[in-house]
RNA sequence: GCCCCGUUCGUCCAGUGGCCUAGGACGCCGGCCUUUCACGCCGGUAACACGGGUUCGAAUCCCGUACGGGGUGCCA
Protein backbone atom coordinates (compact mmCIF):
# COMPACT_ATOMS: atom_id res chain seq x y z
CA UNK A 1 0.00 0.00 0.00
CA UNK A 2 1.23 3.95 -1.04
CA UNK A 3 1.27 6.10 1.25
CA UNK A 4 -1.51 8.41 1.48
CA UNK A 5 -1.67 11.87 -0.25
CA UNK A 6 -3.89 14.33 1.57
CA UNK A 7 -4.94 17.84 0.53
CA UNK A 8 -6.25 20.72 2.41
CA UNK A 9 -8.42 22.83 -0.44
CA UNK A 10 -9.99 26.14 1.48
CA UNK A 11 -11.32 28.80 -1.23
CA UNK A 12 -9.33 32.12 -0.62
CA UNK A 13 -11.86 33.87 1.19
CA UNK A 14 -9.49 36.62 3.05
CA UNK A 15 -9.24 34.67 6.24
CA UNK A 16 -8.94 30.81 7.42
CA UNK A 17 -12.78 29.78 9.34
CA UNK A 18 -12.23 28.07 12.64
CA UNK A 19 -14.10 25.03 10.40
CA UNK A 20 -11.47 25.01 7.61
CA UNK A 21 -8.74 24.57 10.40
CA UNK A 22 -10.34 22.09 11.71
CA UNK A 23 -10.57 20.11 8.42
CA UNK A 24 -6.72 20.86 8.16
CA UNK A 25 -5.35 20.24 11.07
CA UNK A 26 -7.48 16.31 10.61
CA UNK A 27 -5.82 15.99 7.08
CA UNK A 28 -2.24 17.06 8.50
CA UNK A 29 -3.11 14.33 11.57
CA UNK A 30 -3.80 11.74 9.25
CA UNK A 31 -0.84 12.51 6.89
CA UNK A 32 1.33 12.65 10.23
CA UNK A 33 0.18 9.36 11.26
CA UNK A 34 0.17 7.39 8.17
CA UNK A 35 3.81 9.15 7.00
CA UNK A 36 2.19 10.18 4.28
CA UNK A 37 1.99 13.85 2.19
CA UNK A 38 -0.13 16.92 3.12
CA UNK A 39 -1.00 19.52 0.24
CA UNK A 40 -2.00 22.61 -0.09
CA UNK A 41 -4.29 24.10 -2.21
CA UNK A 42 -5.53 27.04 -3.09
CA UNK A 43 -9.03 26.64 -4.68
CA UNK A 44 -9.35 29.88 -6.44
CA UNK A 45 -11.32 28.17 -9.28
CA UNK A 46 -13.77 31.82 -9.66
CA UNK A 47 -13.37 34.58 -11.63
CA UNK A 48 -11.67 36.80 -8.48
CA UNK A 49 -8.00 37.26 -8.69
CA UNK A 50 -6.23 35.41 -5.94
CA UNK A 51 -3.93 38.01 -4.53
CA UNK A 52 -0.86 37.52 -1.89
CA UNK A 53 -3.43 38.88 0.49
CA UNK A 54 -5.49 35.93 0.60
CA UNK A 55 -2.84 33.48 0.03
CA UNK A 56 -1.28 35.07 3.40
CA UNK A 57 -4.55 34.97 5.02
CA UNK A 58 -4.79 31.19 4.86
CA UNK A 59 -0.73 30.00 5.18
CA UNK A 60 -0.52 32.25 8.03
CA UNK A 61 -3.17 30.49 10.44
CA UNK A 62 -1.95 27.77 9.34
CA UNK A 63 1.41 27.98 10.11
CA UNK A 64 0.69 29.63 13.54
CA UNK A 65 -0.66 26.39 14.28
CA UNK A 66 2.03 24.80 13.27
CA UNK A 67 0.48 22.50 10.66
CA UNK A 68 2.94 22.31 7.56
CA UNK A 69 2.29 21.56 4.64
CA UNK A 70 4.77 19.11 2.26
CA UNK A 71 3.65 20.66 -0.78
CA UNK A 72 2.08 23.94 -2.37
CA UNK A 73 0.73 26.06 -2.24
CA UNK A 74 -0.78 24.88 -5.27
CA UNK A 75 -2.97 26.82 -7.01
CA UNK A 76 -5.95 25.49 -8.83
CA UNK A 77 -6.03 28.03 -11.65
CA UNK A 78 -2.80 27.30 -12.56
CA UNK A 79 -3.99 24.12 -13.66
CA UNK A 80 -7.00 25.74 -15.57
CA UNK A 81 -6.18 24.11 -18.88
CA UNK A 82 -6.37 21.15 -17.56
CA UNK A 83 -9.72 21.45 -16.24
CA UNK A 84 -10.76 23.09 -19.84
CA UNK A 85 -9.25 19.92 -22.00
CA UNK A 86 -11.25 17.57 -19.21
CA UNK A 87 -14.66 19.38 -20.28
CA UNK A 88 -13.50 19.16 -24.08
CA UNK A 89 -12.60 15.83 -23.77
CA UNK A 90 -16.32 14.76 -22.00
CA UNK A 91 -18.17 16.87 -25.07
CA UNK A 92 -16.27 15.40 -27.46
CA UNK A 93 -16.91 12.09 -25.85
CA UNK A 94 -20.87 12.82 -25.46
CA UNK A 95 -20.51 12.95 -22.16
CA UNK A 96 -21.19 16.65 -21.58
CA UNK A 97 -22.94 19.48 -23.91
CA UNK A 98 -23.61 23.11 -23.98
CA UNK A 99 -26.68 24.57 -22.83
CA UNK A 100 -27.40 28.33 -23.20
CA UNK A 101 -30.62 28.29 -20.69
CA UNK A 102 -30.63 31.39 -17.96
CA UNK A 103 -31.64 30.27 -14.60
CA UNK A 104 -34.84 32.23 -15.41
CA UNK A 105 -35.57 30.50 -18.44
CA UNK A 106 -34.75 26.89 -16.16
CA UNK A 107 -37.19 27.92 -13.66
CA UNK A 108 -39.77 29.24 -15.86
CA UNK A 109 -39.70 25.98 -18.21
CA UNK A 110 -39.78 23.77 -14.67
CA UNK A 111 -43.40 25.78 -13.95
CA UNK A 112 -44.34 25.11 -17.23
CA UNK A 113 -43.75 21.52 -17.23
CA UNK A 114 -45.50 20.56 -13.57
CA UNK A 115 -41.76 19.54 -12.39
CA UNK A 116 -40.04 20.49 -9.50
CA UNK A 117 -37.73 23.48 -9.72
CA UNK A 118 -34.28 22.27 -10.91
CA UNK A 119 -33.12 21.52 -14.42
CA UNK A 120 -34.30 18.69 -16.17
CA UNK A 121 -31.69 17.90 -19.21
CA UNK A 122 -34.06 20.28 -21.57
CA UNK A 123 -30.39 21.40 -23.88
CA UNK A 124 -29.52 17.83 -24.01
CA UNK A 125 -30.08 16.97 -27.73
CA UNK A 126 -30.25 20.79 -29.11
CA UNK A 127 -27.11 20.65 -30.20
CA UNK A 128 -26.53 23.86 -28.86
CA UNK A 129 -23.18 25.54 -30.31
CA UNK A 130 -20.51 26.97 -27.67
CA UNK A 131 -20.45 30.69 -27.36
CA UNK A 132 -20.70 33.53 -24.75
CA UNK A 133 -22.71 32.82 -21.72
CA UNK A 134 -23.14 28.99 -22.69
CA UNK A 135 -22.80 26.72 -20.63
CA UNK A 136 -21.30 23.06 -20.26
CA UNK A 137 -23.43 20.35 -18.39
CA UNK A 138 -22.68 17.03 -18.02
CA UNK A 139 -24.89 14.45 -18.62
CA UNK A 140 -25.73 12.75 -15.74
CA UNK A 141 -26.84 9.10 -15.40
CA UNK A 142 -30.77 8.75 -15.25
CA UNK A 143 -30.65 5.19 -13.84
CA UNK A 144 -28.51 3.70 -10.97
CA UNK A 145 -26.52 5.36 -8.39
CA UNK A 146 -23.01 6.18 -7.33
CA UNK A 147 -22.01 4.38 -3.61
CA UNK A 148 -19.57 7.21 -1.50
CA UNK A 149 -18.10 4.82 0.27
CA UNK A 150 -17.02 7.02 3.32
CA UNK A 151 -14.15 6.60 6.31
CA UNK A 152 -16.58 8.09 8.66
CA UNK A 153 -20.03 7.96 7.41
CA UNK A 154 -19.83 4.49 6.27
CA UNK A 155 -21.89 3.45 2.35
CA UNK A 156 -23.65 6.31 1.25
CA UNK A 157 -25.80 6.35 -2.10
CA UNK A 158 -27.17 8.63 -4.14
CA UNK A 159 -29.70 7.73 -7.20
CA UNK A 160 -29.00 9.39 -10.20
CA UNK A 161 -32.39 10.54 -11.08
CA UNK A 162 -31.78 12.89 -8.20
CA UNK A 163 -28.72 14.08 -9.64
CA UNK A 164 -29.81 16.61 -12.37
CA UNK A 165 -27.21 17.38 -15.51
CA UNK A 166 -25.39 19.94 -13.34
CA UNK A 167 -22.84 22.87 -14.78
CA UNK A 168 -19.06 21.74 -15.34
CA UNK A 169 -17.84 25.20 -17.24
CA UNK A 170 -19.47 28.45 -16.74
CA UNK A 171 -20.84 30.40 -19.46
CA UNK A 172 -17.41 32.78 -19.07
CA UNK A 173 -15.94 29.54 -19.71
CA UNK A 174 -14.27 28.83 -16.31
CA UNK A 175 -14.50 25.56 -14.85
CA UNK A 176 -16.52 24.86 -11.48
CA UNK A 177 -14.45 23.20 -8.56
CA UNK A 178 -16.45 20.29 -9.59
CA UNK A 179 -14.35 19.35 -12.39
CA UNK A 180 -11.60 21.00 -11.20
CA UNK A 181 -11.54 18.72 -8.10
CA UNK A 182 -11.68 15.52 -9.72
CA UNK A 183 -8.89 16.51 -12.40
CA UNK A 184 -6.60 18.11 -9.38
CA UNK A 185 -7.40 15.57 -7.19
CA UNK A 186 -6.31 12.45 -9.75
CA UNK A 187 -3.41 14.66 -11.03
CA UNK A 188 -1.80 15.07 -7.76
CA UNK A 189 -2.53 11.22 -6.94
CA UNK A 190 -4.80 12.01 -3.87
CA UNK A 191 -5.41 9.15 -2.36
CA UNK A 192 -7.64 10.70 0.76
CA UNK A 193 -10.39 13.74 0.61
CA UNK A 194 -10.71 15.07 3.97
CA UNK A 195 -13.74 17.51 4.28
CA UNK A 196 -16.80 18.65 6.42
CA UNK A 197 -19.83 17.07 5.74
CA UNK A 198 -21.29 20.11 4.00
CA UNK A 199 -19.31 18.56 0.40
CA UNK A 200 -21.05 15.19 1.23
CA UNK A 201 -23.67 15.86 -1.28
CA UNK A 202 -21.25 16.87 -4.06
CA UNK A 203 -19.04 13.76 -4.03
CA UNK A 204 -20.88 11.37 -6.62
CA UNK A 205 -21.00 14.14 -8.79
CA UNK A 206 -17.02 14.38 -8.50
CA UNK A 207 -17.07 10.47 -9.00
CA UNK A 208 -19.43 10.54 -12.01
CA UNK A 209 -17.07 12.94 -13.21
CA UNK A 210 -14.23 10.92 -12.03
CA UNK A 211 -15.50 7.62 -13.91
CA UNK A 212 -16.70 9.74 -16.93
CA UNK A 213 -12.86 10.72 -17.45
CA UNK A 214 -11.40 7.30 -17.01
CA UNK A 215 -9.21 7.90 -13.79
CA UNK A 216 -9.53 4.60 -12.34
CA UNK A 217 -9.83 3.92 -8.81
CA UNK A 218 -10.97 7.13 -7.04
CA UNK A 219 -9.97 8.36 -3.73
CA UNK A 220 -11.04 7.11 -0.27
CA UNK A 221 -13.98 9.98 1.35
CA UNK A 222 -14.13 11.00 4.42
CA UNK A 223 -16.16 13.91 5.56
CA UNK A 224 -15.94 15.16 9.04
CA UNK A 225 -18.77 16.68 11.39
CA UNK A 226 -19.66 20.21 11.16
CA UNK A 227 -18.71 23.04 13.45
CA UNK A 228 -21.69 24.45 14.80
CA UNK A 229 -22.55 27.06 16.96
CA UNK A 230 -24.68 27.08 20.42
CA UNK A 231 -28.18 27.21 18.06
CA UNK A 232 -26.87 23.97 16.21
CA UNK A 233 -26.17 25.77 12.96
CA UNK A 234 -22.88 25.88 10.69
CA UNK A 235 -21.07 27.95 12.09
CA UNK A 236 -21.72 31.70 10.15
CA UNK A 237 -19.05 34.57 9.70
CA UNK A 238 -22.04 37.00 10.56
CA UNK A 239 -22.99 36.01 14.34
CA UNK A 240 -20.13 33.39 15.37
CA UNK A 241 -16.29 33.92 15.57
CA UNK A 242 -14.70 32.28 12.92
CA UNK A 243 -12.26 33.64 11.56
CA UNK A 244 -9.18 32.02 13.19
CA UNK A 245 -7.06 35.19 13.03
CA UNK A 246 -9.69 36.32 15.71
CA UNK A 247 -8.69 34.00 18.35
CA UNK A 248 -5.01 34.85 17.74
CA UNK A 249 -5.26 38.53 18.54
CA UNK A 250 -7.60 37.16 21.36
CA UNK A 251 -4.35 35.48 22.69
CA UNK A 252 -5.26 31.79 22.45
CA UNK A 253 -2.16 29.78 22.18
CA UNK A 254 -1.67 27.74 19.11
CA UNK A 255 -0.99 24.89 20.66
CA UNK A 256 -3.84 25.36 22.90
CA UNK A 257 -5.64 25.87 20.08
CA UNK A 258 -4.83 23.00 18.39
CA UNK A 259 -5.38 20.91 20.91
CA UNK A 260 -9.03 22.07 21.28
CA UNK A 261 -9.63 21.61 17.56
CA UNK A 262 -8.43 17.42 17.45
CA UNK A 263 -11.42 17.49 20.40
CA UNK A 264 -13.99 17.97 18.45
CA UNK A 265 -15.44 14.73 16.25
CA UNK A 266 -12.82 13.00 18.03
CA UNK A 267 -11.38 11.83 21.39
CA UNK A 268 -8.55 10.30 22.66
CA UNK A 269 -9.61 6.88 23.94
CA UNK A 270 -7.34 6.66 27.57
CA UNK A 271 -9.52 10.22 27.90
CA UNK A 272 -6.67 12.12 28.55
CA UNK A 273 -7.70 15.48 26.63
CA UNK A 274 -4.71 17.95 27.12
CA UNK A 275 -1.60 16.09 25.62
CA UNK A 276 1.20 17.03 23.35
CA UNK A 277 0.10 16.74 19.44
CA UNK A 278 3.04 14.23 19.35
CA UNK A 279 0.39 11.73 21.46
CA UNK A 280 -2.27 12.81 19.14
CA UNK A 281 -0.80 12.09 16.11
CA UNK A 282 0.21 9.15 17.47
CA UNK A 283 -3.20 7.98 18.68
CA UNK A 284 -5.57 9.78 15.94
CA UNK A 285 -7.55 7.29 13.39
CA UNK A 286 -9.86 8.63 10.96
CA UNK A 287 -12.50 5.61 11.56
CA UNK A 288 -13.11 6.80 15.21
CA UNK A 289 -14.44 10.02 13.85
CA UNK A 290 -18.05 10.72 15.15
CA UNK A 291 -20.70 11.22 12.91
CA UNK A 292 -22.43 14.40 14.96
CA UNK A 293 -22.21 17.73 14.49
CA UNK A 294 -20.05 19.82 17.48
CA UNK A 295 -20.14 22.83 19.47
CA UNK A 296 -17.57 25.13 19.44
CA UNK A 297 -17.48 25.82 22.87
CA UNK A 298 -15.93 28.58 23.77
CA UNK A 299 -15.54 27.81 27.83
CA UNK A 300 -13.65 24.51 26.79
CA UNK A 301 -11.15 26.40 24.79
CA UNK A 302 -10.40 28.76 27.77
CA UNK A 303 -9.83 25.97 29.86
CA UNK A 304 -7.30 24.40 27.31
CA UNK A 305 -5.52 27.46 26.57
CA UNK A 306 -5.28 28.33 30.25
CA UNK A 307 -3.84 25.04 31.24
CA UNK A 308 -1.20 25.32 28.44
CA UNK A 309 -0.80 29.03 29.46
CA UNK A 310 -0.18 27.70 33.31
CA UNK A 311 2.36 25.11 32.02
CA UNK A 312 4.83 27.79 30.37
CA UNK A 313 7.49 28.78 31.65
CA UNK A 314 7.35 32.22 33.30
CA UNK A 315 9.76 33.46 30.56
CA UNK A 316 7.83 32.03 27.94
CA UNK A 317 5.05 33.73 29.20
CA UNK A 318 6.15 36.97 29.17
CA UNK A 319 7.51 36.56 25.45
CA UNK A 320 4.09 35.47 24.65
CA UNK A 321 2.03 38.24 26.28
CA UNK A 322 4.60 40.96 25.74
CA UNK A 323 2.27 41.90 22.49
CA UNK A 324 -0.69 42.52 24.93
CA UNK A 325 1.73 43.98 27.50
CA UNK A 326 3.10 46.40 25.52
CA UNK A 327 0.09 46.80 23.01
CA UNK A 328 -1.13 50.87 22.32
CA UNK A 329 -4.26 50.31 24.27
CA UNK A 330 -2.64 48.70 27.48
CA UNK A 331 -4.36 50.57 30.74
CA UNK A 332 -1.17 52.13 31.70
CA UNK A 333 1.68 53.78 30.00
CA UNK A 334 3.62 51.93 27.74
CA UNK A 335 6.86 53.55 28.81
CA UNK A 336 6.66 52.30 31.78
CA UNK A 337 6.02 48.71 31.31
CA UNK A 338 9.38 46.64 32.72
CA UNK A 339 10.01 43.11 31.47
CA UNK A 340 11.65 42.14 34.94
CA UNK A 341 9.02 43.28 36.67
CA UNK A 342 6.57 41.29 34.45
CA UNK A 343 9.07 37.81 34.60
CA UNK A 344 9.16 38.18 38.35
CA UNK A 345 5.18 38.51 38.72
CA UNK A 346 4.67 35.96 35.55
CA UNK A 347 3.98 32.44 37.83
CA UNK A 348 0.83 34.29 40.00
CA UNK A 349 -0.22 35.86 36.80
CA UNK A 350 -0.60 32.91 34.38
CA UNK A 351 -2.87 30.59 36.84
CA UNK A 352 -5.38 33.67 36.76
CA UNK A 353 -5.37 33.82 33.21
CA UNK A 354 -7.59 32.29 30.11
CA UNK A 355 -5.49 34.12 27.60
CA UNK A 356 -2.80 36.26 27.13
CA UNK A 357 -5.08 39.47 26.35
CA UNK A 358 -6.25 38.98 30.31
CA UNK A 359 -2.76 39.57 31.25
CA UNK A 360 -2.22 43.62 31.15
CA UNK A 361 -5.50 43.87 33.48
CA UNK A 362 -3.58 42.58 36.13
CA UNK A 363 0.01 43.67 35.78
CA UNK A 364 -2.00 47.43 35.41
CA UNK A 365 -0.90 48.66 38.62
CA UNK A 366 2.57 48.37 38.42
CA UNK A 367 3.12 50.44 35.39
CA UNK A 368 0.46 52.92 36.48
CA UNK A 369 2.35 56.22 37.38
CA UNK A 370 -0.47 56.91 40.09
CA UNK A 371 -3.60 55.56 41.14
CA UNK A 372 -6.83 57.54 40.21
CA UNK A 373 -9.48 55.60 39.78
CA UNK A 374 -10.70 53.39 42.74
CA UNK A 375 -12.95 50.55 41.46
CA UNK A 376 -16.13 51.66 43.55
CA UNK A 377 -17.34 48.71 44.84
CA UNK A 378 -13.80 47.75 46.38
CA UNK A 379 -13.30 50.87 47.76
CA UNK A 380 -16.69 50.73 49.88
CA UNK A 381 -15.70 47.41 50.86
CA UNK A 382 -12.79 47.85 52.47
CA UNK A 383 -12.39 51.86 52.89
CA UNK A 384 -16.45 52.58 53.79
CA UNK A 385 -17.87 49.52 55.04
CA UNK A 386 -14.32 48.15 56.61
CA UNK A 387 -12.79 48.20 59.78
CA UNK A 388 -11.24 50.91 60.85
CA UNK A 389 -9.61 51.79 57.60
CA UNK A 390 -8.10 54.96 58.74
CA UNK A 391 -5.74 53.00 61.19
CA UNK A 392 -5.06 50.24 59.07
CA UNK A 393 -3.61 52.64 56.97
CA UNK A 394 -1.52 54.80 59.37
CA UNK A 395 -0.41 52.15 61.36
CA UNK A 396 0.99 50.73 57.91
CA UNK A 397 2.38 53.31 57.09
CA UNK A 398 4.20 54.11 60.29
CA UNK A 399 5.38 50.05 60.44
CA UNK A 400 6.45 50.73 56.97
CA UNK A 401 8.34 53.80 56.90
CA UNK A 402 11.48 52.37 58.11
CA UNK A 403 11.76 49.25 55.43
CA UNK A 404 13.90 49.29 52.50
CA UNK A 405 11.07 46.88 50.19
CA UNK A 406 13.23 43.87 49.49
CA UNK A 407 11.58 41.40 50.95
CA UNK A 408 8.69 40.35 50.38
CA UNK A 409 8.12 38.24 53.33
CA UNK A 410 8.63 40.81 55.64
CA UNK A 411 6.68 43.07 54.05
CA UNK A 412 3.73 40.48 54.84
CA UNK A 413 4.96 39.57 58.45
CA UNK A 414 4.76 43.30 59.36
CA UNK A 415 1.44 44.29 57.05
CA UNK A 416 -0.35 41.63 58.70
CA UNK A 417 1.20 42.11 62.36
CA UNK A 418 -0.74 45.46 61.97
CA UNK A 419 -3.95 43.72 61.61
CA UNK A 420 -3.12 41.62 64.68
CA UNK A 421 -2.56 44.19 66.60
CA UNK A 422 -5.92 46.10 65.87
CA UNK A 423 -7.59 43.14 66.48
CA UNK A 424 -6.40 42.71 69.66
CA UNK A 425 -6.66 46.19 70.43
CA UNK A 426 -10.22 46.72 69.13
CA UNK A 427 -11.23 43.00 70.13
CA UNK A 428 -12.75 42.53 66.98
CA UNK A 429 -11.32 40.80 63.43
CA UNK A 430 -9.35 43.84 61.72
CA UNK A 431 -8.04 42.48 58.37
CA UNK A 432 -5.02 44.68 57.07
CA UNK A 433 -4.84 43.94 53.65
CA UNK A 434 -7.56 44.66 52.00
CA UNK A 435 -7.55 48.65 52.90
CA UNK A 436 -3.65 48.22 51.73
CA UNK A 437 -4.74 46.26 48.51
CA UNK A 438 -7.19 49.05 47.22
CA UNK A 439 -4.67 51.86 48.29
CA UNK A 440 -2.11 50.01 45.95
CA UNK A 441 -3.82 48.49 42.93
CA UNK A 442 -7.12 50.34 43.21
CA UNK A 443 -9.09 47.19 43.47
CA UNK A 444 -9.87 44.83 46.01
CA UNK A 445 -8.88 42.01 44.10
CA UNK A 446 -5.69 41.02 42.22
CA UNK A 447 -2.10 39.04 42.60
CA UNK A 448 -0.43 38.69 45.74
CA UNK A 449 1.06 42.41 47.10
CA UNK A 450 4.42 41.47 49.08
CA UNK A 451 6.69 40.61 45.87
CA UNK A 452 4.46 43.16 44.09
CA UNK A 453 5.44 45.71 46.67
CA UNK A 454 8.91 45.01 46.35
CA UNK A 455 9.23 46.25 42.55
CA UNK A 456 6.82 48.70 42.95
CA UNK A 457 9.26 50.24 45.87
CA UNK A 458 8.71 52.13 49.12
CA UNK A 459 8.39 55.61 47.61
CA UNK A 460 5.42 54.73 45.78
CA UNK A 461 3.77 52.26 47.80
CA UNK A 462 4.04 54.84 50.61
CA UNK A 463 2.48 57.63 48.24
CA UNK A 464 -0.42 55.41 47.07
CA UNK A 465 -1.25 54.74 50.66
CA UNK A 466 -1.10 58.25 51.80
CA UNK A 467 -3.02 59.06 48.51
CA UNK A 468 -5.98 56.81 49.75
CA UNK A 469 -5.50 57.94 53.31
CA UNK A 470 -6.10 61.39 52.73
CA UNK A 471 -9.74 60.02 49.92
CA UNK A 472 -10.55 58.98 52.69
CA UNK A 473 -10.68 61.81 54.86
CA UNK A 474 -13.12 63.66 52.31
C1' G B 1 -40.70 20.18 -1.82
C1' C B 2 -36.64 16.77 -3.03
C1' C B 3 -31.81 14.49 -1.68
C1' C B 4 -28.24 13.37 2.15
C1' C B 5 -26.47 13.05 7.16
C1' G B 6 -27.07 12.85 12.32
C1' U B 7 -29.17 11.76 17.63
C1' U B 8 -24.78 9.10 24.93
C1' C B 9 -24.96 14.27 30.90
C1' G B 10 -26.22 21.71 29.42
C1' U B 11 -21.41 21.08 26.18
C1' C B 12 -17.18 18.02 24.08
C1' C B 13 -15.53 13.17 24.14
C1' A B 14 -15.07 7.44 25.89
C1' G B 15 -18.11 3.23 24.99
C1' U B 16 -18.02 -0.96 18.55
C1' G B 17 -23.40 -7.30 22.31
C1' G B 18 -22.20 -9.13 28.43
C1' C B 19 -16.50 -5.47 32.15
C1' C B 20 -22.33 0.02 32.00
C1' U B 21 -26.11 0.29 38.75
C1' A B 22 -22.81 4.20 31.33
C1' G B 23 -16.69 6.64 32.26
C1' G B 24 -13.62 11.34 31.60
C1' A B 25 -13.37 16.64 30.65
C1' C B 26 -15.71 21.66 30.52
C1' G B 27 -19.69 24.17 32.90
C1' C B 28 -22.67 24.44 37.17
C1' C B 29 -23.49 23.55 42.66
C1' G B 30 -21.29 22.55 47.56
C1' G B 31 -16.93 22.02 50.76
C1' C B 32 -11.59 22.48 52.09
C1' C B 33 -7.36 25.79 51.60
C1' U B 34 -6.90 31.40 52.02
C1' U B 35 -6.60 38.33 55.95
C1' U B 36 -7.87 39.47 48.24
C1' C B 37 -9.14 37.15 43.68
C1' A B 38 -7.57 32.93 41.70
C1' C B 39 -5.01 28.18 41.61
C1' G B 40 -5.19 23.47 43.90
C1' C B 41 -7.83 19.54 46.37
C1' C B 42 -12.49 16.92 47.74
C1' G B 43 -17.58 15.97 46.71
C1' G B 44 -22.19 16.57 44.01
C1' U B 45 -25.51 17.46 39.69
C1' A B 46 -26.67 15.44 34.97
C1' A B 47 -27.40 11.52 29.36
C1' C B 48 -27.96 6.26 26.00
C1' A B 49 -34.43 10.89 21.58
C1' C B 50 -38.94 7.58 21.19
C1' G B 51 -41.32 2.92 19.58
C1' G B 52 -40.81 -1.81 17.69
C1' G B 53 -37.82 -5.93 16.64
C1' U B 54 -33.13 -9.52 16.63
C1' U B 55 -30.64 -11.91 20.96
C1' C B 56 -30.05 -15.72 26.80
C1' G B 57 -28.37 -10.52 26.91
C1' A B 58 -28.45 -3.94 23.30
C1' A B 59 -26.16 2.58 24.49
C1' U B 60 -23.92 -0.84 21.02
C1' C B 61 -27.33 -4.77 15.37
C1' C B 62 -32.15 -4.00 12.20
C1' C B 63 -36.79 -1.23 11.08
C1' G B 64 -39.92 2.86 11.93
C1' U B 65 -41.16 7.66 14.18
C1' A B 66 -39.75 12.28 16.10
C1' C B 67 -36.43 16.03 16.29
C1' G B 68 -31.98 18.51 14.53
C1' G B 69 -28.62 19.66 10.67
C1' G B 70 -26.52 19.93 5.70
C1' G B 71 -27.32 20.25 0.46
C1' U B 72 -30.40 21.60 -3.32
C1' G B 73 -26.26 28.19 -7.86
C1' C B 74 -22.92 29.56 -14.03
C1' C B 75 -19.94 29.64 -4.49
C1' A B 76 -16.63 26.26 -2.85
Same mark, same amino acid.
Given at each position: ??????????AP????H???????????L??????????????D?D????????????T?P?????L????G?L??SAH??RH??????L???????Y???????????AADA?L???????S??R?VE????V???F??????HTV?D???????EF???T?????????D???V??????????????????????????T???? +????A?G???????????L????????L??????????????RG???E?M??? +????G???????EIR???????????????K???FF???????????Y????????F????????TA?D???P????D?????????????R??N? =???? =???????????????????T?????GT???????????????????????????V??????????????? $????????????????????? =? $???L?RD??L??I?????RLD?
Open positions: MTAPRVRFAPTGYLVGSARSALFNWYARHTGGTFVLRVETEAKTTQEFVDAIELTWLGDWDEPFQRDVAAVQQVAEGKAYCDLSRDEIDQKGPSGYHGWRDDDGPGVVRRAPDEGVDLIRGRVAHDIEDFVIRRGGSPFLIANAVDDHDMGITHVIRGEDLLNTPKVL +LLWHLFGEPPTYAHLPLVNEQRKKSKRRDDVALADYVAYLPARNA +LALLWGPKDEVPIEEIIEMFDLADVNAPADPKKLDHINAEIKAMTPMAVEAAEPWLDAPYVANYRVVALALAEDVQQVAL =AEAP =AWLDWLFLDSIDDYDEKSWKAMVKVPDRVLDDIAAALADDDFTDRDRLETTMAVGTALSEELDTRV $MSQAPLRVALTGRGAGIPLWE =A $MTHGVCSRAAARAV
